[in-house]
């Protein structure tokens, strides 16, 4: 007999490397049921995975795959909170390789439905099952893994009260799939509805590009353009989408940091920049781009449902990914499409999904209508698409204008930083070159200084030309060329401090900015500050929302 390579096997987490892990509900909706199902199916090293749905996956969501198993002993283990085979110190963390580490996926499934678990591990004689009476039974499997959960939900209906129709779940579902199967070219995916065939991924280890064929459609990968690029520790590759392949919504962008599907508010923000030229206002490019970095160096542990990420540098990744796309629109590197049968199953009502599928973005909006509690004991509600928060601060209630709240702090911390010579720069690593008029030249040229102590570093390179190498660190996140032009012409104009600090204000940008915890918790702080320093405390853009001051609002409008 050939020597086996014993499996990692299940144990529970120590309670100090529990107590690390970002907590959280992660069940929400069908999709993240499929999402989690699969998601151990690919750590477990399966090659194929089927996925059967009934009724939007509230009736039915099986998960089958050939992977490598589970121990019998360790199946109660697999249903136990915070057991896991893929961690077992804190340092783990920091080098997590698998999808899953958690341990939460299956007792947090299997609490909220009716579940059964087969699995016949390699080498084993025969497959063991286990549901919620958590009694073992023998069962006739092949080696993998089969997880069968019926009737989700079938005991806590207010969670039901939240799901959407059963169209919505369902689309859920498959830009879920479409989005896992994109990032695992190398594994087949098979989705079924109720028994009739819908989608089917054939593996593609030789060829990823037939799977981004298969998943976003033969056009997509004639009108975009090649990117493959490394600095250091990081590589990024993939396809990114010319305006030809533009579309409505944001329903094509998938962007994978070590084989996963996030959201980054940096990355968000370098897309933007790099695509300024090449997509039509109003329309959202399409791309499929993959970064792979040293896992130390990505925080994976932020989110429950691990869509977000902290990178260790992140304005390093910013300006990769910004020059790695712009270099590649620049040399218009082409994929060679033969003409090719399209994914088995990629008709009829799989292609039409037409509903943002940014699977994530829309778990994270749904959480967004609750109410949310803080462990800073702040409660804060967000109204009309995070532009106006409700904040209990303990003592009172504010209402607040987020942009407009953003800007005059922007204003104020700007002008305070001048002023006492503090304004931290924020180098530009690729730096942007900018057209300019006569004028604004000149004072390029004579107002080195002051520009200086703005926090700006603008260089001349021709006699119409600049290269912007640094903007003021608060403003990171805004568009640069309009940035620059507004300060020199505020210069240009000799406008007052005051008047230059609130140009700059303007181009805050906080856009894609995840509101949570933190980020309310610094408002409240900075607006705090805000009221101390100030004078001006006339229409200032939020509010506290006493008897008077509502009462006050309710009669204006009479
Ligand atoms: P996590 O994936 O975070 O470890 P889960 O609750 O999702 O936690 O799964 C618990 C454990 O069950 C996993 O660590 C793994 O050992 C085992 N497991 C779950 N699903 C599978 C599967 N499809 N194949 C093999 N092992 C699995
Ligand atoms: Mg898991």
């Not at 009694?135 to 959407?164: I, M, Q, S, W, Y």
């Amino acid at each position: 007999m050939s020597a086996v390579v014993p499996l990692p096997r299940i144990h529970p987490l120590a309670a100090e490397v529990a107590n690390q892990i970002a907590a959280g509900e992660v069940i929400e909706r069908p999709a993240s049921v499929v999402k989690e199902l699969v998601e151990n199916s690919i750590d477990a090293a399966a090659s194929k995975i089927t996925i059967d749905i009934a009724r939007a996956g509230i009736k039915l969501i099986r998960v089958q795959d050939n992977g490598q198993g589970i121990h019998k002993d360790d199946l109660a283990l697999a249903l136990q909170s915070h057991a896991t085979s893929k961690l077992t110190r804190v340092s783990d963390l920091s080098q997590i390789a698998s999808l899953g580490f958690r341990g939460e996926a299956l007792p947090s499934i299997a609490s909220v439905s009716r579940f059964q678990l087969i699995s016949r591990q390699q080498h084993a004689d025969n497959a063991w099952s286990i549901d919620n009476s958590l009694v073992l039974k023998p069962a006739a499997h092949a080696e993998g893994t089969t997880v069968e959960v019926k009737d989700l939900f079938h005991a806590t209906p207010a969670r039901r009260k939240f799901l959407k129709s059963e169209r919505t779940e369902w689309l859920h579902i498959q830009s879920l799939v479409k989005a896992v199967a994109l990032g695992h070219s190398h594994i087949a995916f098979q989705l079924r509805y109720e028994d009739q065939h819908n989608l089917y991924f054939a593996s593609c280890s030789e060829l990823p590009q037939q799977r981004v064929v298969d998943v976003c459609g033969k056009a997509f990968l004639q009108h975009s353009v090649v990117v493959d690029a490394g600095r250091e520790s990081m590589h990024v590759r993939g396809w990114i989408g010319l305006n030809e392949v533009a579309r409505s919504q944001t329903d094509r962008q998938y962007f994978f940091v070590n084989g996963r599907l996030v959201q980054d508010k940096h990355i968000q923000h370098a897309l933007r920049l790099a695509y300024s030229d090449t997509v039509a206002r109003g329309r959202y490019p399409s791309y499929v781009l993959f970064l792979q970095l040293n896992p130390a160096d990505v925080d994976i542990n932020v989110h429950p449902a691990k869509s977000e990420v902290r990178f260790a540098e992140p304005r390093n990744v910013h300006d990769f990914i910004y020059a790695s796309l712009t270099n590649a629109f620049a040399n218009n590197n082409r994929t060679e499409v033969k003409p090719g049968k399209p994914a088995r199953g990629e008709t009829g009502s799989t292609s039409s999904v037409n509903e943002p599928t940014a699977f994530y973005r829309q778990t994270d909006q749904l959480q967004q209508e609750l109410l949310k509690q803080t462990e800073s004991g702040v409660n804060y509600l967000e109204l009309l698409e995070g532009k106006f928060l409700i904040v209990d601060t303990g003592s009172d209630q504010l209402l607040i204008d987020v942009a407009d709240t953003g800007i005059l702090l922007a204003l104020h911390e700007l002008l305070h930083a001048y002023r006492t010579g503090r304004v931290e720069q924020r180098p530009i690593q690729v730096s942007v070159s900018c057209n300019l008029t006569i004028k604004q030249q000149l004072i390029v040229q004579e107002q080195q200084a002051l520009i200086k102590q703005w926090g700006f570093i603008i260089e001349p390179i021709s006699p119409e030309q600049v290269a912007v190498r640094a903007i003021p660190a608060m403003l990171s996140y805004a568009d640069i060329v309009p940035l620059v032009k507004d300060f020199l012409n505020a210069l240009c104009s000799k406008e007052h401090n005051e008047q230059v600090a609130a140009r700059l204000a303007e181009h805050v940008n906080d856009a894609g900015l995840n509101i949570n915890e933190a980020y309310v918790a610094l408002l409240l702080e900075k607006i705090n500050r805000y009221e101390q320093q100030s004078t001006a405390l006339k229409s200032l853009p939020w509010r506290r929302l006493d008897a008077a001051a509502l009462a006050a609002m309710l009669n204006s409008q009479a």
